[in-house]
């Protein structure tokens, strides 16, 4: 059974950080290709930041500079580091892992960026 728990989202003011993570479990995470999704009020989900099982990295354009992806295979988590946040970063981010059975998805985090 493939399980993703995001944590680490909550309110910040612009300018601010947070760090999310997404423990795994069920799948061999050092073969997975894993993602940051995120979907606002009222618009479609979107890629924010994906890397490969060897560690290479794509980001949103509008978050190049300010997200980092990174994973820790020695405890199956993939995180997202997000530093000077904008209001339009307002969103519920998801980890997502692709596999030969289908897409998989975490609950979801709020992230919350006040002006």
């Known amino acids: 059974q493939v399980q993703l728990v995001e944590s680490g989202g909550g309110l910040v003011q612009a300018g601010g950080s947070l760090r999310l993570s997404c423990p795994t479990s069920?799948?061999?995470?050092?073969?997975?290709?894993m993602a940051w999704y995120r979907q606002a009020p009222g618009k479609q989900r979107e890629l924010v930041a994906d890397?490969?099982?060897?560690?290479?990295?794509t980001y949103l354009d509008s978050v190049k500079g300010r997200f980092t992806i990174s994973r820790d295979n020695a405890k199956d988590t993939v995180y997202l580091q997000m530093n000077r946040l904008e209001p339009e970063d307002t969103a519920v981010y998801y980890c997502?892992?692709?596999?030969?059975?289908?897409?998989?998805w975490g609950q979801g985090t709020q992230v919350t960026v006040s002006s």
């Open positions: 069920g799948i061999v995470f050092s073969l997975a290709h």
């Open positions: 997502n892992v692709a596999t030969i059975g289908g897409d998989y």
């Open positions: 890397i490969s099982p060897g560690g290479i990295t």
